[in-house]
């Protein structure tokens, strides 16, 4: 098919005129579809229906294999490798395979000892978000981990689960 519309801001072609306009809140960085139950705002109206199962909890895609089920297609996917036990994501410094590109990304971190996640409080710096998230309790004294036997809390999961062993004894 001929790619009739070009983009006058960059390299980029394509057949129809929709994708074209699509294409263009890129280099606009315009939003013209809005949540009506939240301030969310996007680019395309695909976007917009992918956001609004937040919102109603609708989960319309299912595994053929169990009971998992997803309001995205890509995480149903992602999903299917682990039944098919597929890595398709390989590491070009060493033979590290994933099922997930958020997987390969956190495992290149080690090649490059990167900490891209940084407290705000203090010098700290991770390469997992998770980390920092758990960090942050040291600054905010969150504990959101409770004991459903007593009324301990902490700041780790971990630490639950150490705790939790008091009461099998």
């Avoid at 072609?13 to 009506?36: A, I, M, N, V, W």
């Avoid at 895609?61 to 297609?73: N, P, R």
């Avoid at 700290?124 to 309790?137: A, P, V």
Wanted: charge should be positive; proline fraction near 3%.
């Amino acid at each position: 098919k001929e790619k009739a519309f070009c983009c006058s801001k960059c390299t980029y072609k394509c057949s129809r005129r929709s994708d074209l306009t699509r294409h263009l809140y890129t280099h606009t960085k315009e939003k013209p579809f809005s949540c009506s139950q939240c301030s969310y705002k996007c680019s395309t109206r695909s976007n917009l229906t992918r956001h609004m199962y937040t919102h109603t909890k609708e989960k319309p895609f299912s595994c053929s294999q169990c009971s998992y089920k997803c309001s995205e297609k890509s995480n149903l996917t992602q999903h299917m490798y682990t039944h098919t036990k597929e890595k398709p994501f390989s590491c070009s410094k060493c033979s590290y395979k994933c099922s997930t590109t958020s997987n390969l990304t956190q495992h290149m971190y080690t090649h490059t000892k990167e900490k891209p996640f940084t407290c705000s409080e203090c010098s700290y710096k991770c390469s997992r978000k998770e980390h920092l998230t758990q960090h942050m309790y040291k600054h905010t004294k969150e504990k959101p981990f409770s004991c459903s036997q007593c009324d301990h809390k902490c700041s780790h999961k971990s630490s639950l689960t150490q705790h939790m062993y008091y009461h099998t004894k």
